[in-house]
C-alpha cells in the first residue's frame, strides 16, 4: 500500500519532507514576527509554534539549529521582505504564555528567581495545571430580604425554648 502511494508522490517519506517544510515557513514567519516585537527569545518561541521539538534536547539549542539551517535562513529573508504584519490584534492564551515565557527568562537572566518561579507557577494556572481555591463571601442585610422572609425567620428565633426545671443540691462525697 505504501507503494502504492510513492508512486503519486504522496508516500510517507514526501508527506514528512513537505510537513518539515510548512514548520519551517511558520518558523520563519513567526521568528520575523517576534523578533519585530523584540521578543528576546523569538527563535525559541517560533520553534514552539512551529511543532520543532526534540526532547532529548533543550529548546534553545533546537532553536541555534533551526536558526543555522541555509534553507531556514532563506525562508526568514523572504519573510522579512514580504512585510509580514507585526501588530498585535488580540489577546490570547499563547501571548500571555509566550509574555510570561519572557519575564521568566529576564528574570533567570537577573537573579531574580521569585519573579521566575511566579511567572512560572502564573504560566501553570493558565493552562489549568493547579488547584485553585475560590471564597465566596455573600451578605444580606434586612433591606435586602422581603417582609415574608423576614417574618419567617423572626419567628424561628421566637420559638419557645425548652428549660428543665430541677432542684440543684451539692452533693459531698
Not at 520553534?47 to 539549542?61: D, L, M, S
Not at 465566596?136 to 434586612?142: G, L, S
Request: charged share 30%; with cysteine; net charge negative.
Amino acid at each position: 500500500m505504501l507503494d502504492d502511494m510513492d508512486d503519486g508522490g504522496f508516500g510517507l517519506d514526501s508527506l514528512i519532507s513537505a510537513a518539515a517544510e510548512d514548520r519551517d515557513l511558520v518558523f520563519a514567519r513567526e521568528y520575523v514576527r517576534l523578533r519585530a516585537l523584540k521578543s528576546k527569545n523569538a527563535a525559541e518561541l517560533a520553534c514552539v509554534r512551529a511543532g520543532i521539538t526534540n526532547p532529548e534536547y533543550h529548546i534553545r539549542v533546537v532553536a541555534e539549529r533551526q536558526l543555522a539551517r541555509v534553507e531556514v535562513q532563506r525562508l526568514i529573508s523572504e519573510a522579512e521582505s514580504s512585510g509580514i504584519e507585526i501588530e498585535r490584534t488580540e489577546y490570547t492564551r499563547d501571548l500571555f504564555l509566550d509574555e510570561l515565557q519572557a519575564v521568566h527568562e529576564r528574570a533567570l537572566d537577573a537573579k531574580n528567581f521569585t519573579s521566575a518561579i511566579s511567572a512560572v507557577k502564573t504560566q501553570a494556572q493558565l493552562l489549568g495545571m493547579m488547584d485553585q481555591t475560590l471564597n465566596i463571601n455573600h451578605t444580606v442585610t434586612a433591606k435586602d430580604l422581603d417582609l415574608q422572609t423576614l417574618r419567617a425567620m423572626v419567628a424561628d428565633r421566637a420559638r419557645p425554648v425548652t428549660v428543665i426545671d430541677a432542684d440543684y443540691r451539692e452533693v459531698e462525697g
